[in-house]
């Protein structure tokens, strides 16, 4: 044990995962309360769909909806509009979210759909996107 968490020492790439991920690029403002599972999930995606990236998309999908196809169809309907800053609406239910996301320029908001990654622990704070 001692020595496995000892190789985390041995790192030394210290770059914050925002960074890493491109999240701290994005141009977003958030209106209600996202848990930070929600927000990190639309994060991803509006990551995704900004680098155009169809096969990154689909790992933040569910299993029934994220095949590539979904995801190049996502893509390619919303990564222009990705481009521009964003303004996301979260509404929590019980176990999901619904998140409205509005593109300066674009004239219908991008409506999504959070389920629980591990639908054994709906009150885990993880969340997949349902591209259907």
């Not at 990654?117 to 704070?125: H, L, V």
Request: charge should be negative; hydrophobic fraction near 40%.
């Amino acid at each position: 044990m001692l020595l496995l968490s000892g190789c985390d020492a041995l790192s030394t790439d210290k770059t914050p995962d925002r960074i890493e991920d491109g999240t701290a690029e994005l141009d977003l403002t958030v209106m209600g309360r996202p848990t930070p599972g929600s927000l990190a999930t639309i994060e991803h995606v509006l990551a995704r769909l900004k680098d155009r990236d169809a096969n990154g998309l689909a790992e933040v999908a569910d299993e029934d909806s994220g095949t590539k196809e979904q995801a190049k169809r996502w893509v390619a309907r919303w990564s222009d509009a990705a481009q521009r800053p964003a303004l996301a609406s979260f509404t929590l239910g019980e176990h999901e979210a619904t998140v409205d996301v509005r593109f300066n320029g674009e004239r219908s908001p991008m409506s999504l759909l959070l389920t629980p990654a591990d639908a054994e622990t709906p009150y885990d704070d993880d969340f997949v996107v349902v591209l259907r």
